[in-house]
Structure formats: structure tokens, C-alpha cells
């Protein structure tokens, strides 16, 4: 698939901005999903969707990115920044497994209700009861929530870096600090 050009020009600013949009906002639902699964319960499928469209514009990001480079007179900035971008698909990827995981694990907590309901007398039986009362517990909780910042912080941080040195690439030295006054 060339994703290089759209509409005859390249896709790496369309991508990318959508990239920057995303991944943070991705990484924003799945720490206030993990923190309260009642919200991961309430978004549903969307949450893990999320996640998948983020990572899918990140390799769209970085896939049109090796393109670009290839077509640009290179400098060291535009060097730094391509060697930086690969380094966001790790991050993509994690976010969308725990957006996955979160989402399981807001499921859970439902599960088990009802099976307690269903079967208030009697001992649960089977590793489905067993995975759900696990995938309820605060424990589980905990180190989700932990995981899950961990990730977000750090693909928003991998975001901005890429981002600034991407905006040092193509503007540096080609811009004016005062006016032009051409408009006079």
C-alpha cells in the first residue's frame, strides 16, 4: 500500500497530525478507564477501537515518514527526526493491548456480579469464575492502572519529542522572527 501521496501531496503531515491527536487522547481514556472500569463499561468496544486507530495511524504515520524522507533533501534535523519516529510504534502497541485489557477487565466486574447473583448458595465452579473474581480484584486493578500510566505518560512524552523535532525540521531557518512587512 503506498501511503505516501494523497491527493498529490504527502500524507506524512495528515497522518501525523491525526497521530498527535489520537495517541494522546487514546492514552487520556485508557488511564480514566482503568482508573474507573464503570467508564470502560460505559465506552464499550470504542476504547479498544480507539486504540486500534491510534496504532494504525501511527504505522501510517511512520510508514509515510520513511517515504517522505526518501524524497526530502535530508539534514540532521530531518535525520533525527525519522530515527525518532520508529521508536512510537512500541508505545502504539501497548496502548492498544491495554486498551484491550482494560476493557476486558471492565467487563469482568459485571460477570462476576451476575454469577454471584446466579449462584448465591452455592461455590463457584470452573476457571471462568476463577478468571473473573482474579480480573476483579483490587490487586489487578492496581497494577493495571500503574501499567496503564506508565504507558500513557510515556507514549505522550515519545509524541511530543517526535513532534517538536518533526516542527524543528521543516521550519528551522525558514521563517522570520519579525515581520515581514510585505503586507504594508
Given amino acids: 500500500m503506498d501511503v505516501g501521496l494523497i491527493n ?9 497530525h491525526g497521530a498527535v491527536v489520537l495517541v494522546p487522547l487514546t492514552a487520556l481514556a485508557l488511564v480514566v478507564c482503568a482508573l474507573w472500569l464503570s ?3 460505559r465506552l464499550g468496544w470504542v476504547l479498544p477501537a480507539l486504540g486500534l486507530v491510534a496504532l494504525v495511524l501511527v504505522v501510517l504515520t511512520t510508514e509515510s515518514g520513511e517515504w517522505l524522507e526518501e524524497r526530502v533533501q535530508g539534514g540532521t534535523l530531518v535525520e533525527e527526526h525519522a ?3 520508529s521508536g512510537l510504534t512500541p508505545w502504539a502497541i501497548a496502548l492498544f493491548v491495554l486498551t484491550v485489557a482494560v ?9 462476576r456480579e451476575r ?6 448458595d452455592s461455590p463457584p465452579e470452573g476457571g471462568a469464575s476463577a478468571v473473573a473474581r482474579l480480573a476483579s480484584s483490587l490487586p ?11 504507558v500513557a505518560v510515556g507514549a505522550v512524552i515519545d509524541v511530543y519529542r517526535i513532534g517538536d523535532s518533526g516542527a524543528k525540521a521543516v521550519w528551522h531557518g525558514r521563517f522570520s522572527v519579525g515581520e515581514s512587512g510585505g503586507g504594508r
Avoid at 476493557?103 to 460477570?111: I, K, S, V
Avoid at 489487578?140 to 506508565?150: C, D, G, R, T, Y
Fill in 8 to 16: 498529490g501531496l504527502p500524507g506524512h503531515p495528515v497522518f501525523a
Fill in 39 to 41: 467508564v470502560a463499561r
Fill in 83 to 85: 530515527e525518532m519516529g
Fill in 103 to 111: 476493557w476486558l477487565l471492565g467487563r469482568a466486574g459485571p460477570r
Fill in 115 to 120: 454469577e454471584r447473583s446466579d449462584a448465591a
Fill in 140 to 150: 489487578v486493578h492496581i497494577v493495571a492502572l500503574v501499567i496503564a500510566l506508565v
